[in-house]
């Protein structure tokens, strides 16, 4: 157990719908990272957020965005769904300014019909 | 950009054999490099890592080789055992940034008993 909760763990939806995925952090970790994987591709980047500021953002669609609460939990919200939006989406954690390995949860299945 | 590549998508070994998966990366502002294990349904595991300061770090059966010069990193396991089945991802790190983790694109390693 790597500490880091996601839920949930599955989702089918429509296109066109509005998705929200949740992200707990490890305890003490402040770094959050959104990650997706598409068809046993690689892990494609998201978003980072460190102690509830966005730190660094990668290819995420304009569709998608994200926020990390004073709590740390994180969220990413998916718009207008699309079929190829369907993946894996990945959350990880670290310390960022001590740690170096980041602990990723066990993913959210996104499935668009 | 594919800033951090694994251009062999699988590798099959015989257990107990050794197995070699590559990792070649093309910012060399990267200081910090990672593996991870992916078991299929499951977040990927941190596995090993080395920093840019050092050439080689030693976990066991696991051995991680970098090569600055050549912007290459190599992932030992001897011997290789049956549970070592499963996909494995480089990461790197550039610490003085924004500590954004970059993962390749994955080998998919079986090791055949």
């Known amino acids: 157990d790597s500490g880091v909760t996601q839920t949930p763990k599955h989702l089918i939806t429509a296109t066109g719908q509005r998705v929200t995925l949740r992200c707990s952090p490890r305890s003490g970790d402040l770094s959050v990272y959104w990650y997706q994987q598409s068809l046993d591709q690689g892990l494609q980047f998201l978003i980072q957020?460190?102690?509830?500021?966005?730190?660094a953002k990668g290819n995420i669609l304009e569709r998608f965005s994200a926020q990390q609460f004073p709590d740390l939990h994180s969220e990413l919200n998916l718009s207008s769904l699309e079929l190829g939006d369907s993946a894996l989406y990945f959350c990880?954690?670290?310390?960022?300014?001590?740690?170096?390995?980041?602990?990723f949860g066990q993913g959210t299945r996104l499935t668009v019909v | 950009d594919q800033q951090v590549k694994q251009n062999s998508p699988s590798l099959s070994v015989q257990e107990g054999r050794i197995s070699i998966l590559n990792c070649d990366y093309t910012n060399s502002m990267f200081d910090y490099f990672l593996w991870y294990k992916k078991y299929p349904a499951e977040g990927p595991t941190f596995l090993i890592s080395i920093s840019s300061i050092k050439d080689k770090n030693e976990d066991g059966r696991f051995t991680v080789f970098l090569n600055k010069s050549a912007k290459h990193l190599s992932l030992h396991i001897v011997p290789s055992q049956p549970g070592d089945s499963a996909v494995y991802f480089c990461a790197a790190i550039h610490t003085s940034g924004t500590y954004k983790y970059i993962f390749g694109t994955g080998t998919r390693l079986k090791v055949l008993a």
């Open positions: 990880a954690s670290s310390t960022w300014d001590r740690g170096t390995e980041a602990f």
């Open positions: 957020y460190y102690n509830g500021e966005e730190r």
